[in-house]
């Protein structure tokens, strides 16, 4: 069934090309490293990519009365990961946003005076990203300080399968360490193999090098951040960033809500989860291992024509720059999977607060209890625990509101007491409401 009518948008991206990095095979701490002009490139084409196939009224998945002309800071949002490689993935999502809004002169002002200014850079447009700190909020990195996750390495790295695709990777291994300096040259810390090759060397790379370089990181990296189970601690990267693209979606299909538009700017580990644990590697076995640099997972809210006019989502993906979007299927649908199905789905794979997340991850440190989520959205669905601070806060309003009620009261007794004089007279108490007339006749009689 066809479902032409675009509602709105989530895009989940991987940064650009980088500078030198590492992790550590165990914990997965990284190192510090820098985006390099062709990253931010690579992020600049899929966000001009991304404006001509939605925000282009020409387009067919034109996304249905949203604003082309100039950025409207209310249809589109923004969350950039910050942990880790987070100085890169910045980068990477300014420059997307600069592809997606590019400097126009319909960005001009025109003031009392009738003087029209136009905004620095041929009418640049600053669109606002909110960045997620993994200190306040783990939806976009919570495989880093989790206890159970690192469990789950451990046992990877002592399974039989593991010990014998090391085996395998040895002649791979005597070759590459030639070409790498200064890494410690096992399967456990392949990916920062992977992205190591001395420059002034590359030339002289053997043929297929980094074709293995590839498969074996690919093998790593799929035995650590998916599992088979939807809500498997090895899914974990996944798990947390569900949440958010739940209540996304929930907010554009409210018609009260102006969301359209939302960019969830990450690294690779999201991207080997989703796929997982929606089963579209069953249905496309190429998507399994690493997404390449500015790579994008696009889901379309869709919405058909009557008689079934239901939201339905539909799944698009892009490896790379030299790549196109091809649609994906997800938990074995040959078409668009209804909005309703997707999360009935996912929603108890989801992790939804920090709270949630530490039971998971058997951790001890709490940073914010509070749930996650998109602006607007107080309490997401799904968070099965109501926030500690939020409980807080209305307890103390309601205290503040008791005080003042006993201290309007006591104000109001107070007057009322001055306002009744009693007067007695022959044993009768006389109120001072009375007529002043009938009050003194009656003290005469």
Known sequence: MSHPTVRGVVVITRNGDRFDYSQDPITYKSSHTDSTPLGEAQAFQLGTL???????????NYIHNVRNDLVDLDQVHARIKTGGEGRVVFDSTIALLQGLFPPTEKNTIELA???????????????PAETVEPSNDRSLESW??????????KKLYSSPEFKA???????FFKIAKDFVFGRTLTLENVVSTLYDPQQDLCHRLPPTLIEQARHWANFHEEGVFSETAINGIGNIAGRTILQSIISS?????????????LVESTTYQPFISLFAQTEMIKSDPSLKGLPNFASALVIELRRGSLPDNRDFLRFKFKNGTDDDFRTVHVFGHSADIPLTEFIYRIENAAIGSNDEWM????????????????PGIPLLQGSREQSPVATAMCGALFAALFMLAVLAA???????????????????????????????????G
């Not at 991304?50 to 067919?60: D, G």
């Not at 880093?144 to 390495?153: A, G, I, Y």
């Not at 709490?366 to 996650?372: F, G, H, I, K, R």
Request: glycine share 8%.
């Open 113 to 127: 005076n009738e003087t029209k200014v136009t905004a620095p850079l041929g009418g640049y447009q600053y669109v």
């Open 165 to 171: 695709a090391a085996e395998g990777a040895e002649p």
């Open 144 to 153: 880093t300080d989790c206890p159970v996750f690192e469990d789950h390495v």
């Open 249 to 261: 979606l929930e907010r554009i299909t409210y018609d009260g809500d102006p969301l359209q538009f």
């Open 50 to 60: 991304l404006r001509k196939e939605y925000f282009e009224p020409s387009s067919a």
């Open 410 to 444: 006591a104000k109001f007794f107070k007057r009322s007491n001055r306002g009744r004089i009693a007067l007695r007279t022959n044993g009768v108490s006389v109120s001072s409401s009375l007529p002043a007339d009938l009050v003194a006749n009656h003290d005469k």
């Open 359 to 374: 039971k998971v991850c058997g951790a001890s440190k709490l940073s914010t209890p509070a749930p996650w989520g998109m």
